[in-house]
């Protein structure tokens, strides 16, 4: 088994085709086009992924088939083949895919292949029909085994083991979700707001602008008595960002629905570089570190 911190090769791309079902995937596991560039590359593993959160049909924590999927530093999906997606999710890796390398073997080794879009689109899949695509996150249903509680529990002790969270964070990770529950119980913790036409604001941010965020008072003003803001949710995890400067990551135009597998256009809408969803809220914590969206009306340029 591999473990946190290997140096690996992601194998060739005709090795890793030799492991793919006609639907182009492993255990239900797609390999994407978005993941040819990388063959025959070196890479550190960031972690192995014991669970996931897997929005399809509504959000639960799941095991990955044959428990053998690996995140490599943080390598991200481009989009590049499913026409722009800008969700940028993390990559996930299975064990068939990967060889160790030693330290003295850190050189890429070369593919000796020139990616050919045509054939990369006949034998990996993006589409499952016109309308609805076909990639990682749309399959993670496919790919993994619900978890149950007690489950969860013995899988946040295997992550402290390998080391993806120290002790005291996986003692928060058991109880704040369960003193969460209980609070939500006495007192609504989402953030809701009052209206019921909300407001947009139109910054046209680019890549590489610093901005802050705006105060968490600011922010709620914008939001309908749901919690949204034009559709989108302002998460109860996203206050502890208020105040703080980052820098645009890229906009957020269109992404791909999990839950349907759809693209939708995105108005006004950025990531920001590193800020992620920690999953404090999820009972056992996600290692997955979904970006989180924003609006730009949450946000203010820094001159």
């Known amino acids: ?58 959000m639960y924590m799941a ?54 879009n045509e054939l990369i689109r006949k034998k990996l899949k993006t589409k499952q029909t016109e309308e609805i695509y076909y990639c ?21 002790i295997t992550d402290v083991r390998i080391g993806t969270y120290n002790l005291i964070d996986a ?19 989402h953030p809701r707001g009052i209206l019921i036409k909300t407001p947009e604001e139109t910054l046209n941010l680019q890549p590489g602008e610093i901005v802050e965020v705006r105060s968490f008072d600011e922010i709620v003003a914008t939001l309908d008595r749901h919690g949204k803001n034009k559709g989108l949710a302002f998460e109860p995890d996203m206050k502890i960002f208020c105040g703080n400067q980052f820098k645009i990551r890229n906009r957020l135009d269109k992404m791909i629905l999990e839950r349907s597998g759809k693209m939708i256009d995105v108005k006004n809408s950025v990531i920001l570089e590193g800020v992620t969803c920690e999953c404090y809220f999820a009972f056992g914590g996600c290692p997955r570190k979904e970006f989180q969206y924003w609006r730009e009306i949450w946000l203010k340029r820094v001159s």
Request: proline residues 4%; hydrophobic residues 35%; positive net charge.
């Open 63 to 116: 095991e990955f088939i044959n428990n053998d999927v690996y995140f490599l530093e943080d390598l991200r999906c481009s989009g590049l083949y499913h026409d722009g997606c800008q969700r940028a999710c993390r990559i996930f890796w299975k064990e068939s895919w990967l060889e160790p390398v030693s330290e003295n073997e850190k050189k890429s080794s070369s593919d000796n292949l020139t990616p050919n």
């Open 171 to 189: 003692i928060k990770l058991l109880l704040f979700p369960i003193y969460r529950k209980i609070i939500r119980k006495i007192k609504d913790q």
């Open 1 to 58: 088994m591999l473990k946190t911190n290997y140096l690996v090769r992601v194998k060739s791309l005709n090795q890793i085709l030799n492991t793919l079902d006609n639907d182009g995937c492993l255990d239900g596991l797609p390999f994407m086009p978005e993941m040819v560039e990388y063959c025959g590359k070196t890479y550190r593993i960031s972690l192995k992924v014991e669970k996931t959160c897997v929005d399809n049909p509504t």
């Open 136 to 156: 990682q996150s749309t399959q993670l249903r496919s790919a993994t085994i619900t978890l149950r509680t007690k489950e969860k529990i013995l899988k946040l």
